[in-house]
Each structure stands twice: as structure tokens, then as C-alpha cells.
């Protein structure tokens, strides 16, 4: 089970902390955990993945703004969300893939950048 936490509304410049909590998955039991966004009319965007073994990866629209991080110990997926933008409001999802190619979500949480 994967659910999210820390939506909400921050104004442009601002930043947010979303969190994933993470049951029934070790970091041993999936390829890559991740973070997804989707806003109305929109496809799906990854937006940071973090492989079983470290290795990140960003979607170039927040490359330098966000950073994913993992405690493993705590079972929690972490998206620091810095200069946040209008164009990062969406539904923020965290995800998981195992390694027989099974994918995991979380119910989402809403990011809302306005003035």
C-alpha cells in the first residue's frame, strides 16, 4: 500500500514536502519507487524515479528544482518540491514497480501552485 501526504496550496517560488508511505514493500521487493503527476487534460509525467540500488532519476521539468529521497528504515518516499511553478499543479501519485513488472499507486494528493 502506497499513500501519499503533504498536498496542498503553495504560491509560485513557494515550496512543498510530499510523502509516501510505504507498507507491505521493502526496498529489496521493487525495481524503482517513484513519484508521477497528472494535471486535467494532461497525460501522466514522471517526475522522479529512485531505482532499488540509489540510482535517481528526473523529468526534465523539475531537474534542479526537486529532489527525491528514501528512508528505507521508515518505509518513506520523500519529493522535495522547491520554486514550485503553475505549471506543477497536478495530482501528485507515488508508485512503485516490483520486479515481475507489477505497478503499485497511491491514491494521490492534489499540488496546487497559485497566487
Known amino acids: 500500500q502506497l499513500v501519499e501526504s503533504g498536498g496542498g496550496l503553495v504560491q509560485p517560488g513557494g515550496s512543498l514536502r510530499l510523502s509516501c508511505a510505504v507498507s507491505?514493500?521493502?526496498?529489496?521487493?521493487?525495481?524503482?519507487i517513484g513519484w508521477f503527476r497528472q494535471a486535467p487534460g494532461k497525460e501522466r509525467e514522471r517526475v522522479a524515479t529512485?531505482?532499488?540500488?540509489?540510482?535517481?532519476n528526473y523529468g526534465d521539468r523539475v531537474k534542479g528544482r526537486f529532489a527525491i529521497s528514501r528512508d528505507n528504515a521508515r518505509r518513506t518516499l520523500t519529493l522535495q518540491m522547491n520554486s514550485l511553478e503553475p505549471g506543477d499543479s497536478a495530482v501528485y501519485y507515488c508508485?512503485?514497480?516490483?520486479?515481475?513488472?507489477?505497478?503499485?499507486w497511491g491514491q494521490g494528493t492534489q499540488v496546487t501552485v497559485s497566487s
Open positions: 508508485a512503485l514497480i516490483d520486479y515481475r513488472g507489477r505497478d503499485y
Open positions: 507491505g514493500f521493502t526496498s529489496a521487493d521493487y525495481y524503482a
Open positions: 529512485i531505482t532499488s540500488g540509489g540510482i535517481t
